[in-house]
């Protein structure tokens, strides 16, 4: 594999990992106001359905991209491409 290809795979992975990270703290975010809209209201069965949903999926995103983000610096700072 050259150069530029790896370049570019760690491009890709690292746009990835921002696109996984901005996703998955939204759905926090969509969470937590599901939550105090819920606290504010009633809480029924669709929205905490919502609410779990959102944590779940949050969750399922966000933790591989935390992970490939750390590896995609690490891999920069052990081998500089550019």
């Avoid at 703290?25 to 009633?42: C, E, M």
Wanted: net charge positive; proline share 2%.
């Amino acid at each position: 594999m050259s150069t530029d290809d790896l370049a570019a795979r760690r491009r890709l992975i690292a746009r990835l990992t921002t696109t996984g990270q901005r996703l998955g703290y939204l759905l926090y975010l969509a969470a937590a106001a599901l939550f105090f809209i819920g606290f504010a209201t009633s809480f029924r069965s669709s929205l905490v359905t919502a609410i779990i949903a959102c944590l779940l999926v949050g969750s399922l995103v966000l933790a591989p991209a935390i992970i490939f983000s750390y590896a995609v610096r690490a891999a920069d700072r052990e081998e500089p491409l550019a």
